[in-house]
């Protein structure tokens, strides 16, 4: 498998002088198409710093970030923008969604700021893969908690994007919730060929991807395939991350 986003001696300092601190330390990691990745560690550890860099939200110290071969590096705001809009999909723990919008006006933003046309077929099929048929009209208001993220969700797959980073998604939903959720974010893999890099907190979060990377003091210190969430568990442990 080819690597979707790659960093290469990924370094991020937050601060000058004596305030400095060095959120990341040279991180060098692949992420393979079509794979599920959960990143965990330790509050502090460099958990959204890494995904800020992976999808050019943040600019790194030093080091390289490449996504689906382009360089991030020396891009400028707007390319970034760009980049971002055109390329990367995001799913929030908050589900940041405009409540003004309906269901498929907040689907299809990304098109509309891109100053793109909605291809009709893939807005059904993505309205039908996240299971929101007969709630196309309705408001972020009138649905559940899992009900707007499967919205986001959406959102962040309507572009087709090269990779889709997910920043604690279901930080905010119930336990049942939170497991269809995930196991939408599987079938994306699994059924669309999609990309998924998730942040978590949660082991059995984790448990649904296909790899997890443990981060420890700005570094991967640790990767995880195949992962239980006693396997998660007991590893972020060790790690002292519930110490
Ligand atoms: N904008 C910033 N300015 C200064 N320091 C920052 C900034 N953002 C993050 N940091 C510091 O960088 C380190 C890594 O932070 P980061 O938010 O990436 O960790 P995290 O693993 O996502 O943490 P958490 O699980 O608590 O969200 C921390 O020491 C944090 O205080």
């Keep these: 498998m080819t690597d979707v986003v790659r960093l290469d001696a990924v370094s991020k300092v937050y601060g000058k002088g004596q305030g400095a601190v060095a959120a990341l330390r040279e991180v060098t990691v692949g992420i393979p198409r079509g794979s599920f990745t959960a990143v965990m560690g330790p509050s502090g550890s460099g958990k959204s710093t890494f995904l800020h860099c992976a999808a050019g939200l943040d600019v790194p110290s030093a080091g390289s970030v490449q996504l689906g071969g382009t360089a991030l590096n020396g891009m400028n705001e707007t390319q970034l923008t760009e980049l971002r809009r055109q390329r990367i999909g995001f799913v929030f723990q908050a589900f940041n969604l405009v409540s003004s919008l309906t ?31 007969g ?3 309705h408001r972020p208001a009138q649905l559940s908690g899992g009900q707007q993220q499967r919205v986001a969700i959406a959102r ?9 980073f997910g920043d604690e998604p279901t930080g905010a939903l119930d336990t049942m919730t939170a497991r269809d959720v995930l196991t939408l974010l599987r079938e994306v893999v699994d059924g669309m060929g999609q990309t998924v890099v998730m942040v978590t907190h949660d082991p059995v979060a984790a448990s649904y991807a296909d790899t997890v990377l443990y981060l420890a003091d700005g570094r991967i210190v640790d990767s995880m395939t195949a992962p239980t969430s006693e396997k998660v568990a007991e590893r972020m442990t060790r790690l002292g991350a519930w110490v």
């Design 103 to 133: 269901v498929v006006e907040n689907i299809t933003l990304p098109l509309r700021l891109a100053g793109a046309g909605v291809d009709r077929a893939w807005l059904a099929e993505i309205v039908s893969r996240v299971g929101l048929e």
């Design 135 to 137: 709630r196309a009209g």
């Design 156 to 164: 962040a797959l309507v572009t087709r994007p090269e990779v889709v």
